[in-house]
């Protein structure tokens, strides 16, 4: 390959600098993006009953944060902050969005893929996108714009939303693949369509039970949430789904071998319905979630395999991360509580997916480039929406997340400085992270969702805790601790606004 590359010391000496040098070559940036991935499901963050060897190979041969964030405690905010380096309580629209929502990024906003691209990258995406299609009212019989083409991708390989959503096909460019002119798509979130079965009318159909929420159309046997009729040849094979997304992810790190690249891989596990592949069925003893976990981990493996085939590896800076924290049952009956044994998704932390406390939004996330980074843990803070500016700043490109922050001396092991204070949300509530302290405001709302059982940080006292002592959340210091919760208060509110999230007078007498 003719690439010059930078000695680490060198790299470093530079990392102040906005400006780089026209013989400067840069890495391959890949992202490894895990959906509801917990931050107890990695051996190599503690997990004891459950071996992720190739995701442990990363972890222990780079950067493993002890404390890295998703944005948010959901999928569509924390893959909005990931793209744009903005906090997506910024953007009202930033909700788990159906599989017909229009697209969420403007198409003039600045984005991670649109950075790179101006730098001389090729860029994909292949995956769960998640964050939109066109303009509301989509014809999927046609191509479909703007997407993620139209924000910043060169390649575009993906499913709209989620497994669990229709539309349950793959979509290339903007066009469903092997869509068959004479059975159009048709979708609907309000409405079935007319002889079509659902999971609700026509449970003899079904191999996969729901509990709540997925109940709509049936794809392969599983209920989905929303309507479909038609594209019947376009549809995918859900057990096919991972091996699928991993060939596109391998087929395009060799067409682009030979040319600085980004690939966004937005892996779909273990996010609901959990469909591994029978090569991976009863390998965990957990259940369909603890399969696709193993699935995921050999996935990785494979595809860390294919850039070192490549002679890409030592060329190539991989960032590994989750959308937000676990859940177990979340809509239909897999096993997942029922052979859990000893596993803690979420590890030491309190909560989960959806949920305030830590488990919603802190992660497993990991910077690994073979040669350039030095094994290590860091206790640094940082997020997922850092990467932006900081991969700015390793390429040159202009900084323009406005809520990142330029950490690559951190992402590269060479600081533990990370960030001062990051605000967390989960379904449009926002905490408040500074320094070891964490302060949740009061919230109306139920305390615990019972249908996933995760409790959700609601109170309707001010909640405070110092994670380096009480990593759990467990000793709520509010009254205890006054000037601390006035000071975190103060901070908070000058980030999001007076008297923001229906402020309640201090009771501290």
Partial sequence: MNRKWLILPLLIMILGCSEKSPEEVQPNIVVIYLDDLGYGDVSAYGATELETPNIDNLANGG?????????????????????????????????????????????????????????????????????????????????????????????????????????????????????????????????????EPTGKDNPEMLKMKWHHGHNSSIVNGIPRIGYMKGGESAKWVDENMADTFLLRAQQYVKRHKDEPFFLYYAMQQPHVPRTPHPRFVGTSGMGPRGDVIVEADWCIGQFVKTLEEEDLLENTL???????????NDGYYDDAVEKLGDHKPRGPLRGGKYSLFEAGTRVPFITYWKGHINPQTSDALVSQMDLF????????????????????????GQSDQGREHLILEATSRTALRKGDWIMIPPYNGPAVNELVDIELGNSESYQLYNLREDIGQQNNLAKEKPEKLKEMLKLFEEIRGTNYANTRELELK
């Fill in 389 to 412: 500016n900081s991969l700015a700043a390793l390429v040159g490109g202009e900084k323009q997340g406005p809520d990142s922050k330029n950490f690559l001396n951190v992402f590269l």
């Fill in 318 to 328: 991989i960032v590994f991360s989750s959308d937000n924290g676990p859940v177990l």
């Fill in 63 to 195: 950067v493993k944060f002890t404390n890295g964030y998703a944005s948010s405690a959901t999928c569509t905010p924390s893959r909005y902050a990931l793209l744009t380096g903005e906090y997506p309580w910024r953007n009202e629209d930033a909700n788990i969005l159906p599989g017909t929502a229009p697209l969420l990024i403007d198409t003039a906003q600045s984005t991670l893929p649109k950075m790179l691209k101006s730098q001389g990258y090729q860029t994909g995406i292949v995956g769960k996108w998640h964050l939109g299609l066109g303009n509301g009212n989509v014809d999927w019989n046609t191509t479909i714009a703007p997407g993620p083409n139209e924000v910043g991708f060169d390649y575009s390989f993906i499913m709209a939303a989620t497994q669990d959503r229709v539309p349950t096909v793959y979509i290339e460019n903007g066009n469903v693949v092997r869509l068959e002119k004479d059975d159009p798509i048709s979708v609907d979130y309000q409405n079935n369509f007319e002889g």
